[in-house]
């Protein structure tokens, strides 16, 4: 004769505790990943689930907020606020663009500019000797109302990637001794890169 055997609340219990205990192994694993990992556990948090009979700890981690670091803009910058370079944007290598400002010196002032690279300290002049520059001399135009205008345009053609300075300045002298390619005591200058 056959008996057939059904499953007893024995065999239930067994099994029921073999999941439970592959649940708790499978949650310390997790636990001992998440350890390894560079989140700083700040506390940990007790639950109790009375109808499970485990109790839980869940750690609350704190992620350090990215630091963002602020990239200046580069700003007008002079050394006597009479003459102030716009701002330039980044520049492809072989670009041409027009280098712009505002000056209160009257229209038809001769003044001198000149791209050169940077050197980490503000410029105070023009750099005759520099082979990896570009420069010219131009005049004040009129503006509207007291500030006239200061508009040329500049090719990048030769000049190679980098950071670089652009000066705008009267020249030195009166005039009288002829044009001296030099900048006089009113200038003012904008950095900007070339990719």
């Excluded at 192994?25 to 009979?53: L, R, W, Y």
Aim: with cysteine.
């Amino acid at each position: 004769m056959k008996t057939d055997h059904q499953p007893g609340p024995g065999l239930i219990g067994i099994t029921i505790l073999i999941i439970l205990a592959t649940i708790a192994i499978a949650g310390c694993v997790d636990s001992t990943q998440e350890q390894q990992s560079q989140v700083t556990p700040a506390g940990n948090v007790q639950t109790e689930h009375p109808t499970a009979g485990t109790t839980i700890t869940t750690r609350v981690a704190t992620v350090p907020a990215t630091q963002k670091t602020a990239q200046p803009t580069p700003a007008p910058v002079s050394s006597t606020g009479v003459i102030r370079v716009d701002p330039i944007s980044d520049k492809n290598t072989g670009d041409t663009f027009t280098l712009t400002g505002t000056t209160s010196l009257p229209a038809g002032t001769n003044i001198i500019w000149q791209i050169l690279p940077d050197t980490g300290t503000p410029p105070t002049g023009i750099n005759g000797d520099s082979m990896m520059s570009v420069g010219g001399n131009y005049q004040v135009t009129k503006g509207d109302g007291t500030s006239n205008r200061i508009s040329l345009v500049v090719d990048l053609g030769r000049l190679v990637p980098g950071k670089y300075v652009a000066i705008v300045g009267t020249m030195k002298g009166d005039g009288t001794s002829g044009i001296v390619f030099e900048i006089g005591r009113d200038y003012g200058y904008t950095y900007f890169t070339l990719k």
